[in-house]
């Protein structure tokens, strides 16, 4: 089956804009993280959300980072009024049964 | 609180034998995985240990010592594609996520 998928793949934006950052995970995975990592560096948690229960949010770094997740599948991160050092790839990853992450291909973002 | 450490460059030559190591400190531990990543791509599944010994998958093995806190990853016969990062993550399920090391850089040469 199709694995996570993530868009865009790369995202250019201007200081202050508004960005969206969307990820599909595999069907029928429970659990989805959101993850950014900059350039050489580890993998920073920001949320991760599992079935129906609150979201964990204690990675998120700012009040200007928010996500959501629709129907238990389909998740957004939102960045509002990016700022240059916002500028990471974002991974996401789900996992099932099985605890071991399936990650996507990420979203580098670029905050000029 | 977590705390993960892992070296943060190793180099080794082709054909020959790495052990990258890992300590952890961490509540509610229920396994430890290890991810491949190359650069530019994203992290891939290679090992999750959950009791202690050691667990072997082709070239690569893993080793989890509970008691320790310590787990490490074993490469034989080393490619050059076995040049990556290497990230060491625990399971911690009572928080619901894993939470991951900084990942150490293998570099491969021939």
């Known amino acids: 089956g199709a694995g996570v998928s993530q868009s865009p793949s790369n995202k250019v934006t201007e200081k202050g804009k508004d960005v969206e950052l969307r990820c599909d995970p595999i069907s029928g995975h429970t659990a989805l993280y959101w993850y950014r990592q900059s350039l050489g560096q580890g993998l920073e948690f920001l949320i991760y959300f599992q079935g129906n229960s609150a979201p964990d949010k204690s990675g998120l770094p700012s009040d200007r980072f928010s996500a959501e997740r629709t129907g238990g599948s389909v998740s957004t991160l939102t960045i509002q009024r990016t700022q240059q050092e916002d500028s990471a790839v974002y991974l996401c990853?789900?996992?099932?049964?099985?605890?071991?992450?399936?990650f996507g291909p990420g979203t580098r973002l670029t905050v000029l | 609180g977590q705390n993960i450490d892992q070296p943060t460059e190793m180099t080794a030559t082709e054909g020959a034998i790495v052990q990258i190591n890992c300590t952890y400190q961490?509540?509610?531990?229920?396994?430890l995985f290890w991810y491949q990543q190359h650069a530019g791509e994203a992290p891939t599944f290679l090992s999750y240990?959950?009791?202690?010994g050691l667990e072997e998958k082709g070239r690569f093995s893993s080793f989890l010592s509970r008691s320790k806190g310590y787990s490490y990853l074993l490469l034989k016969e080393l490619q050059m594609k076995d040049s990556a990062s290497y990230l060491c993550?625990?399971?911690?399920?009572?928080?619901?996520?894993?939470?991951f090391g900084d990942g150490t850089t293998l570099t491969v040469k021939p």
């Open positions: 240990n959950v009791l202690d």
């Open positions: 993550a625990v399971d911690n399920t009572n928080a619901g996520k894993s939470t």
């Open positions: 990853a789900s996992s099932g049964e099985r605890p071991e992450q399936f």
């Open positions: 961490t509540s509610g531990f229920n396994g």
